[in-house]
């Protein structure tokens, strides 16, 4: 069971929908039947915007899951004030103490890769700030485990699971599909999955996987997701696209010649820095592409954690689990950093850059070629099947 309701209503499977009330949208009309438009949705008496929890004494990059969870509870009493004031904003202006101004309204956010690591910190942070999440994850079992850690929301609002295998373009169109209602923007995406196998590994459209799950996938999801992401903009002045890419970025150029890794020998490292250097690429040509509209895209470096991947990138052995101890942190220190990206203010200075954990930062060189920056596009386009189309 999970803690955001409803088992079935919670996750969205490409394949495993049956009764109308289990799809995103149609959730929207269950809750609408409810009466719970002006409070889930925000639309009527909150222009958009729902009062979201009060923070209390929760959250903090070393508070765990449970203590935000206790906290997120203690604060009802505050919410159901803060949205009382929010609704009827009249009478505030003749008390004599000014009241505490509510809190910022609930953003809807999605998150790839959110079953584990610094993707899971991030949505554990984001939904105890109140937020609600889509987890996109490529496996069910593990995205409900995922789920149920996640702290509820107020009334009708529920978090929801949306199976997404980055490594295969049809999926991706699934869990986007299942995701677009015009009626649900979004505020901000979290492009965060990634794979680093060993071996040379095709995805199921035939790309090399690393390349088809970090970027390719993630490129896919971002074009269809726009829509949304920009109603979320007109809705409240900005929306996110944050991509988690990496320090490791920084090396050789894109290899426009031999993207999937054909001809070169497969080396592993090599092959995620190209990915990792895909996506500050993606995120530069992607911020001229939406500039003005109010869709703000930054690439990250998020920090080092001890996490699956790491582990995978350093070795298991006693030398990787050394260097792991010394510079990997706990991923939930991770998650107050995303989290302050994602659904923190926004700033377009901001829009279409390279940050290292919260500060702005130069990327490689390879990184701020702009004609890499607009092959990668195109190339990009033309891999997904989007070819022809820019925006
Ligand atoms: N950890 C670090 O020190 C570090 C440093 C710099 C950048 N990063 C970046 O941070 C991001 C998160 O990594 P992490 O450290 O949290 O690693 P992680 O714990 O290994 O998490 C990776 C996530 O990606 C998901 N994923 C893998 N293949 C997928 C696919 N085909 N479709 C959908 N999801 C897929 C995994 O899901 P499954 O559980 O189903 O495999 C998992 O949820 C990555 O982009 C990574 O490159 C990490």
């Given at each position: 069971m999970n803690?955001?309701?409803?088992?079935?209503?919670?996750?969205?499977?490409?394949?495993?929908?049956?009764?109308?009330?289990?799809?995103?949208g149609a959730a929207t009309g269950v809750a609408r039947a409810q009466g719970a438009n002006a409070l889930d949705f925000g639309r009527g008496l909150h222009g958009g915007s729902v009062p979201r929890p009060s923070r209390g004494s929760m959250t903090g990059a070393a508070a765990s899951p449970e203590l935000r969870r206790r906290g997120h509870s203690a604060t009802i009493g505050a919410d159901a004030h803060a949205a009382l004031f929010v609704a009827f904003p009249g009478p505030a202006s003749s008390l004599s103490t000014p009241p505490t101004p509510p809190d910022p309204p609930m953003q809807t956010i999605a998150i790839t890769?959110?079953?584990?690591?610094i993707g899971l910190a991030t949505a554990q942070t984001l939904a105890a700030d109140g937020h609600?999440?889509?987890?996109?994850?490529?496996d069910e079992r593990r995205g409900r485990r995922a789920l149920a850690t996640l702290p509820p929301l107020h009334g009708e609002a529920r978090h929801h699971l949306v199976l997404c295998d980055l490594a295969s373009l049809e999926s991706v169109r699934e869990a986007a599909r299942r995701i677009l209602d015009p009626d649900r923007p979004l505020d901000a995406l979290v492009n965060?999955?990634?794979?680093?196998?060993?071996?040379?590994?095709?995805?199921?459209?035939?790309?090399?996987l690393q390349l088809a799950v970090t970027h390719l996938g993630h490129f896919l999801l971002t074009h269809i997701l726009l829509p949304l992401l920009r109603r979320g903009a007109a809705r409240a002045g900005k929306s996110?696209?944050?991509?988690?890419?990496?320090?490791?970025?920084?090396?050789?150029?894109?290899?426009?010649?031999?993207?999937?890794?054909?001809?070169r020998r497969y080396r592993r490292t090599q092959v995620y820095q190209q990915s990792k250097l895909a996506n500050v690429l993606f995120t530069a040509a992607l911020a001229r592409r939406v500039a003005g509209e109010g869709v703000e895209p930054v690439a990250l470096h998020p920090g080092v954690y001890d996490t699956e991947i790491l582990r995978d990138y350093l070795g298991r052995g006693a030398a990787g689990g050394a260097v792991r101890t010394f510079v990997g942190t706990d991923p939930d220190r991770a998650g107050p950093i995303l989290a302050a990206l994602a659904a923190g203010r926004r700033d377009e200075a901001l829009a279409g850059k390279y940050l290292d954990k919260s500060v702005v930062t130069k990327p490689s060189r390879a990184a701020r070629d702009r004609d890499a920056q607009e092959r990668l596009w195109a190339w990009s386009l033309e891999a997904v099947g989007l070819g022809g189309r820019d925006g």
């Open positions: 803690a955001g309701g409803d088992e079935d209503d919670a996750v969205l499977a490409a394949g495993r929908i049956g009764a109308a009330g289990e799809r995103w890769g959110a079953n584990r690591g609600r999440i889509l987890l996109l994850c490529r965060n999955a990634a794979a680093l196998p060993r071996q040379r590994t095709l995805s199921r459209d035939g790309f090399e996110r696209i944050v991509t988690v890419s990496s320090a490791a970025h920084a090396g050789p150029p894109f290899d426009f010649d031999d993207p999937h890794c054909e001809r």
